[in-house]
């Protein structure tokens, strides 16, 4: 009996089905509680594969989810009983034009080839901070980065793009070319297309920088507090810190910084030294290449675990609610099996905010990040419970930060991991959370969902709602 021939067949890239050996691998995700079981994966080769898969989708009724870098914990990129689009096994290639200073990125690239390749131009642009992330997600839903306080979001050195479709359409966005979708993807996630090639604008950058973590006990975080507010509203465009409070191996609390100075280790140790001068248990700050800036971070990052990440905003750093979010860290850490890490990003904004709100669909705010992320080992689901820790975290931190406006509570987009709660389709409820997602933008991105994705095919990400 012949076999019936569908659109897959014609795909030149791998279509992975639940009963091939690879298939584990194919679901894979960052967090193992983002993973769902897909009934097709397809490792798609090039625009035309993306066109036919998306038809295959439509004509089977399949949803549809979109995999970059694979690192969204929400499940972004992935689908129960649906087909994913999987970018990272082919479009994954980085080609830098230094006289034009440009970096021509394959919509499934990590951050860790970006930085390689342009590094060897001495070049770089605003990427993520662990390097495995993928551009794609990040890029999309804004993207900071320790280069923010001199060059903006990721999704502000985005010159171009080439965008799939719903209906197949391969479409140039920029400044120039469909400046509707071009608004519309710095910020507005994938909701409105697959990018099959992100072009960044790149800078000068030195070769080697001041980085590294300094670790404090408990008993040094009134002072750190104290210097951070004078520090903060005056850091300049060579500085940026996270603070962590998190736990040592032993599940003891401890505060860490992860200083970061875009100069010489003895620039940098001036630039910080009241914070050294408070005295740290241990400092392994120092000069390294600027290329293992962003894997720096790499090893307490990895896959393979349970996460659940949360963002809501700061207005300005506040001891006793840092103080109680860290002693608890250490109680969640002993009593229930988490690895938790609550962590103040202090990357200025001056760059960020330079940019008019409407001019992108990310929603901007003067105020810094706050994520909290909570990892734990093992195959049992903690996600619910896990979301109810970070819960009562956060309103600690909101009783610490009078007059959080409601969209500072939700935080940035690309830390919820609500983002996705979508197995369910995309509804009332949804569009809700869209609307703060992207707040005074929102109208507008509604009209330029209806004009490029009117069915919304594109769903698993704030899913806008299109405009009727
Ligand atoms: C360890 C870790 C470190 C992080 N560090 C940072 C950081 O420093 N700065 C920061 O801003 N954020 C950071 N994040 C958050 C990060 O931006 C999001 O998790 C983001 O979704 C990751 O993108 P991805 O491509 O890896 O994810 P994926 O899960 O593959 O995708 C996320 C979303 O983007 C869509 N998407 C991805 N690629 C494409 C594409 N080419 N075309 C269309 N849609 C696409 C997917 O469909 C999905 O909706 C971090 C997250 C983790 C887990």
């Not at 690192?71 to 034009?100: C, F, P, W, Y």
């Not at 394959?106 to 930085?115: A, L």
């Not at 009078?402 to 369910?424: C, I, P, R, W």
Request: glycine share 10%.
């Amino acid at each position: 009996m012949a076999i019936e021939k569908t659109l897959l067949d014609e795909i030149k890239g791998e279509v992975v089905l639940p009963n091939n050996p690879d298939y584990k691998k194919a679901i894979a995700r960052w967090a193992t509680n983002a993973e769902r079981k897909a009934k097709v994966v397809v490792f798609v080769k090039d625009a035309d594969d993306i066109g036919k898969a998306l038809q295959y989708a439509k004509q089977e009724g399949l949803s549809v989810a979109v995999r970059g870098g694979g690192h969204n914990a929400a499940g972004a990129s992935s689908v129960e009983g649906g087909l994913i689009v999987d970018l990272s096994r082919h479009l994954n290639k980085v080609r830098i034009d230094a006289n034009a200073k440009l970096g021509y990125v394959g919509g499934g690239s990590v951050w860790r080839t970006v930085d390689e390749e342009a590094m060897k131009h001495g070049l770089a642009t605003v990427g993520g901070t662990v390097n495995h992330t993928g551009v794609g997600g990040l890029t999309l839903g804004g993207g900071y980065g320790w280069l923010t306080n001199r060059h903006g979001l990721a999704a502000d050195n985005l010159r171009q793009a080439t965008v799939v479709t719903a209906d197949g359409s391969i479409l140039t966005a920029s400044s120039k070319e469909n400046e509707d979708l071009f608004f519309a993807i710095r910020g507005g996630g994938g909701n409105f297309g697959v990018i099959t090639e992100f072009v960044y604008q790149l800078h000068p950058q030195r070769s080697t920088v001041f980085a590294g973590p300094v670790i404090y006990a408990p008993d040094s975080l009134k002072k750190i507090i104290e210097i951070t507010n004078r520090w903060w509203p005056n850091a300049g465009e060579n500085e940026a810190m996270c603070q962590v409070a998190t736990v040592d191996p032993e599940g003891r609390p401890i505060f860490v910084l992860l200083m970061f100075y875009n100069g010489s280790e003895s620039e940098g140790r001036d630039a910080y030294k009241e914070f050294l001068d408070v005295g740290p248990i241990i400092d392994l700050a120092k000069e390294i290449p600027f290329e293992d800036l962003n894997a720096m971070q790499n090893a307490q990052s990895g896959p393979g675990r349970g996460a659940y990440l949360k963002g809501i905003k700061q207005k300005a750093p506040d001891f006793a609610s840092t103080l109680k979010v860290l002693i608890q860290a250490g109680e969640i850490s002993q009593n229930q099996n988490f690895f938790p890490s609550i962590i103040y990003e202090y990357f200025p904004l001056s760059k960020v905010n330079a940019v008019p709100i409407d001019a992108t669909a990310f929603r901007r705010e003067l105020s810094p990040n706050i994520l909290l992320t909570f990892a734990w080992d093992g195959e049992e689901e903690k996600t619910q419970e896990a979301r109810a820790t970070a819960q009562k975290l956060v309103d600690i931190l909101i009783e610490g930060q009078k007059g959080l406006s409601k969209t500072e509570q939700s935080g940035y987009t690309n830390y919820d991991t609500d983002a996705a709660l979508l197995d369910v389709g995309y509804t009332a409820g949804n569009g809700d959370r869209a609307k703060l997602a992207f707040s005074s933008n929102y109208p507008k991105l509604q009209i330029i969902k209806k004009k490029y994705d009117p069915e919304n095919v594109f769903n698993r990400w704030f899913p806008i709602i299109p405009a009727v």
